[in-house]
């Protein structure tokens, strides 16, 4: 094989009770990524088809993902890439992470799978840690993963694949404004009381059996976040509108993906996820926000080949 | 019926990971507490055989917990209760909370069973906030449910029974020193840095995980507190070597019981279980400590009626 295309889709992290450590993937959007073998070593990216983002290998997280990835092996050949974008950076569904897990994934098809999907998450997370400053496996691994994935530990690389509860699906809308990952990450406070934490701790713990159990009233009494969502809210217009709409239409719950300004919605099934898309967007409309919204199943498988 | 005895188990909380909302029920001891119909109405503790517990009902756990239950029902009778302890007050193996339950949950036979599991819960916490000086849920809800549980939030009285993997058996001993709940409370520091809280519901998420899917590796590395245990832990004399020892004869992890002194290890079988208590008897021989040890299999059933 010479050439490969894969589909490397978005992810929403933290859902709201798991900040950091939480995630799953989306299926609707994601970058399309072409990787091609070339006689000249190293790597290439030839073209980005939007968002202005550097093809310097050194300043694009594909890049630094990618050469991290093949510093220690030996080849008589090198890779050429071109992306195309199907998330715009800094929206808060994983758009680094996109193009750094869609890589490796795509390199490690075309040398024949050498590395296991633990080394594929921590070769993409050199991609998020040069677009935030640390080491995050939060949307790379359940790009990589498919489904909701918990990362225990990124110094241990210990991931656990979660359950992926049938006929739950997400709505997404994302106000028309930039939050990079690295100002978000600023309005965090540093240290939580106890109580705080515990109760944090609790939802996230809750959330966890509620993936297992498919209990949703478990799930939605979970999704909560009393720590990181209020100081993050402030950043995105019409937060709380957009979220009280969601659970008046029977979202099971609602809060910021990722690092925002995106927005999820978890409803039962389709009717209810595209109503609420619908609710979510008329009220865009009547404050004159831009917007982009979408409805997406999980993606239990993740990235993939598409060609 | 007129009479009942009840065994009220201890219970081991915290689990290193899941501070103030995590428990499981033992089976090996328990307090015995026998509850009569009176024809003088009211609540009165007739005996408690040791430790010089109160009888005064305003003064003990139980006599709370049963004055909360009985004070907005209408009844021509009372009753006496008398307590066979078989938990030491500040072992931490819950002794309080196996009164305060048992008790509740004694009445409520007597009575024809009018309340809940979850509202004996809530009486049972009565006894619990007099003798801490604030509501926990984590003692009383595995006595009154059996098995695991986790407390998802104490306010709204959520709490989730966890599935109890077959085989898991715990092995506890007690250096006999008292540590009061209280005083043990004290050095707990009151804020954590957020990076310590991501890392603690890390492993508390990983731990529900892995009682779902009996992962014994997982649940080795979950069982983790970089928060409380080394605050604790100078309260608690031996401890790392008490920990030590078990990791190396296998268990599958080894924390701090409740707020201390007891130690708790969770092992794969009885024989494994078994050896562990030996070793930590012959370290505390060793080095001239008075101890109490025992195994136990995490009990399904919670509290129940013997009589």
Redesign the interface.
Known sequence: MDSIKVFSPGSVTNLSC?????GFCLDKVGDTITVTKTSEKGIKISSIDKYNLPTNINQNVAGIAAQAMIKDIKLDYGFDIKIKKGIKPGSGIGSSAASSAGVVFAINKLIDYPFSDLELIRFAMEGEKFVSGSYHADNVSPILLGGFT????VK?L?I?K?PNPKGLIATIIRPEIEIKTSDSRKV???????DK?????????????SL?TEDYD?MS??IVDE?IEPDRAILIPEFYNIKDISIKSGAIACGISGSGPAIFALSKNNKIANDILNKMSSHFNSVNISYNGFVSIINSEGVKVID
Do not use: E, H, P, W
């Open positions: 798991g900040y950091d450590i939480l918990l990362v225990r530990s241990d210990d656990i979660l965090v406070k540093s240290k939580v009381t106890i934490m515990v109760q944090q701790s609790a939802n996230l713990a809750a959330f966890i059996s297992y478990l009494n979970s720590i």
